[in-house]
C-alpha cells in the first residue's frame, strides 16, 4: 500500500503542504515536488553527504530522511543561505578559497558548515575537519573546504570579540 501522507512542513521560511508517499525520500521532495536542485543526490546511502540539509537545526542526509519524517519540521536546503547576486560569507569564503571543483558536492558541504558553525562556533581546527570529513568530495582534496569554513569561523569569532570588548 502506498496511501499518501498530508505533511505541513516549512521549507528555506515558506510553510509548505505537500501529498507525500510514505516512501518519498526528503531528497525526491526538494528536487522532484519543490524544484530545489541544489540539494543533489548521489549515492542514496548516505555515505557521501552531498544532500545534506538542515531539519530543525539538525544536519541531516535527505537520501536517507523520510518526507513524512518532515512534517512539522523546518527544512533548510542550500538554496536558503544566498544567491547568485547576494551570497552569504560561507558562500564568498568557498569561492576565495577555492572550496570547489565540480560543484556537485558543494552544497552539502555550504550546508554541513553552516550548521557545524552553527553548532560549533568555537571549534578547533581539529573539529572542524573532522566535521568536515563526514562528507565526500572527489576533486578538492578537502584544503580548500576546511580553509573556507576555517576563515568563516574566524571571522565570526574576531567579530563576536569585537562586539564583547565594546560592550
Not at 20 to 39: F, K, M, N, Y
Request: proline share 2%.
Amino acid at each position: 500500500m502506498s496511501e499518501e501522507h498530508l505533511i505541513r512542513t516549512t521549507v528555506n521560511g515558506e510553510e509548505r503542504e505537500l501529498l507525500v508517499s510514505p516512501r518519498e525520500t526528503l531528497a525526491e521532495v526538494l528536487r522532484e515536488r519543490l524544484r530545489l536542485t541544489g540539494t543533489h543526490v548521489s549515492c542514496q546511502s548516505g555515505i557521501c553527504g552531498v544532500c545534506t540539509v538542515v531539519v530543525d537545526g539538525d544536519a541531516v542526509r535527505a537520501c536517507l530522511t523520510l518526507a513524512v519524517q518532515a512534517d512539522g519540521c523546518e527544512v533548510r536546503t542550500v538554496e536558503s543561505l544566498g544567491s547568485v547576486d547576494e551570497p552569504s560569507e560561507l558562500q564568498r569564503a568557498f569561492i576565495e578559497e577555492r572550496a570547489l571543483q565540480c560543484g556537485f558536492c558543494t552544497p552539502g558541504f555550504l550546508m554541513l558548515a553552516s550548521w557545524f558553525l552553527r553548532v560549533r562556533p568555537r571549534a578547533t581546527d581539529e573539529e572542524l575537519l573532522e566535521a568536515m570529513s563526514s562528507n565526500l568530495c572527489r576533486c578538492t582534496g578537502y584544503r580548500g573546504i576546511v580553509n573556507a569554513v576555517r576563515k568563516v569561523r574566524d571571522t565570526a569569532a574576531a567579530r563576536a570579540q569585537t562586539q564583547e570588548e565594546s560592550s
